[in-house]
């Protein structure tokens, strides 16, 4: 039995009508709609929300992951204390996590001369709404200006956008409307990573007879000005090459080397980096077994 | 509205933005995370109506627009889960009668937001997902949302109960 009035019906009218309106606003405006101004402030009043509920979630997850004792309310000493040493040792196990974490941030920071500002990951974008952003910790009272490069210890996360006095947004590089310029290590062929969401990045090299083989590693080619990406972040190995005979444009699927649902520590680039480092930062190449070559 | 009505909706809303973006991704589901904005959605226009539905509906998803992380054209997640709240709210004695037909209710009501909201994106350049993408996603979606829907919808419907017995059973008799 289907109950409507008038008034619901009218209702539902001017809801419609008012977010038609409001996407409108937002696509028209660009950077300084009124639209823009209430996400930055509703960045700002949610950022220690989800910083708060990130901290208390944080080490119950990992506990959660790492095997929670099962038999807690059976109190004999023994097993009390064996939870105890066990909790002790997650933790331990947590901060050698992070500093692993760090450990990888630093040593690509040192080698390619970059400045960062580190951050934490406090929320995550809500993948029904096909969107593949997070938002970090750190914002323009730390120096976060929007169109910076965000990296952690793997290589490139993507980039910021929104940005409010104690928080950001960064668009992940998965993300369907984030394209990154890149350029296979060891040459110089170009060519554009476009975000596929939780399907592979893929490729487009500029160059039609460009010789790629799955296994070659990219990094990012550095835009003007080096925003929104500063050059020699590493990106990811190309996973297979899609063979079209005549097409003008050469594209690859490729794996990044980010873990982009396990996202915890990055490090906000600040430009300008002085130098270019190259090839520098890539991770060393597993050497190619024999009976695969064959 | 009252003003209790509006407590209990906004509290509600709140509690579901909060789990979706900071606890439930920390988790690391496998495919994609339940998406629990839409079941509190639903069950507010179980519980209220498809008036109070589509309000919920849109201001869940205003605020879901404007949160960070989000990125997309904001109005895009009020539009889809207003209507998801208005048709909730019309066949809420359907949802009440039998499991079958109201997991099929919350089936379609899953792919009907996706889809809308995938529409939607297209038509604004937003989206540049593939249909292959797209049919994973969804499928996933609906796999989480009818694992997660009859806990979720009758305990939405028990808190809101709690709040205003008198209300409610006057709108069941009715």
Not at chain 1, 216 to 240: H, I, K, M, N, W
């Amino acid at each position: 039995m289907l109950r409507d009035t008038r008034r619901t019906r009218v209702v539902l009218g001017v809801l419609l009508l008012v977010s038609f309106l409001l996407i409108t606003l937002d696509l028209r405006g660009g950077e300084k709609s009124p639209v823009s101004a209430a996400r930055g402030a509703a960045l700002a009043v949610f950022s220690p929300i989800e910083r708060g509920a990130s901290a208390i979630v944080r080490p119950v997850t990992g506990a959660i992951r790492s095997g929670w004792p099962g038999s807690r309310n059976e109190l004999t000493e023994l097993r009390r204390e064996n939870a105890e040493l066990r909790r002790e040792l997650r933790t331990t196990e947590n901060q050698r996590h992070r500093a692993q974490q760090l450990d990888a941030l630093l040593r690509i920071i040192n080698l390619g001369h970059y400045r960062t500002i580190p951050a934490q990951v406090i929320a995550f974008g809500n993948a029904q709404g096909f969107s593949w952003t997070v938002t970090i910790d750190a914002g323009a009272q730390d120096g976060i200006e929007p169109d910076m490069t965000v990296i952690n210890g793997d290589g490139l996360i993507g980039r910021v956008t929104t940005v409010a006095p104690a928080a950001a947004t960064v668009l992940l590089a998965i993300d369907p409307t984030s394209s990154v310029g890149a350029r296979l290590a060891g040459s110089a062929e170009l060519g554009i990573a476009t975000g596929q969401g939780s399907q592979p990045i893929k490729l487009q090299l500029l160059n039609g007879q460009a010789d790629v083989q799955p296994g070659d590693q990219l990094v990012t080619f550095g835009s003007d000005g080096q925003r929104p990406f500063v050059p020699g972040v590493p990106l990811g190995e190309v996973a297979s090459v899609a063979r079209t005979p005549g097409a003008l444009t050469r594209s690859a699927l490729i794996t990044p080397y980010v873990n982009f649902t396990a996202l915890d520590l990055v490090g906000v680039v600040v430009p300008p980096v002085r130098k270019d480092p190259r090839d520098a930062l890539l991770p060393a190449k597993a050497p190619i077994q024999p009976e695969q070559r064959s | 509205m009252p003003a209790r009505k509006i407590a209990v909706c906004a509290s509600l809303i709140t509690a579901a933005l909060i789990a979706q973006l900071t606890v439930l991704p920390r988790l690391r589901l496998p495919g994609s995370t339940p998406d629990v904005i839409l079941l509190v959605v639903m069950g507010l226009a179980v519980a209220y109506g498809s008036t109070t539905g589509m309000v919920a509906g849109f201001s869940a998803g205003l605020a879901t627009d404007l949160l960070p992380p989000a990125d997309h054209a904001v109005g895009r997640l009020a539009f889809v889960l207003c209507v998801v709240g208005y048709l909730t709210g019309l066949l809420r004695d359907e949802l009440r009668k039998s499991a079958p037909v109201s997991m099929g209710i919350v089936v379609g009501m899953t792919v009907v937001g996706m889809l809308l909201s995938a529409g939607l994106g297209a038509l604004l350049g937003d989206l540049t997902l593939s249909l292959t993408a797209l049919t994973r996603l969804i499928l996933v979606a609906v796999c989480y949302q009818v694992l997660l829907s009859p806990f979720f919808i009758p305990a939405v419907l028990k808190l809101v109960q709690l709040t205003e017995p008198r209300d409610l059973l006057s709108e069941v008799a009715r």
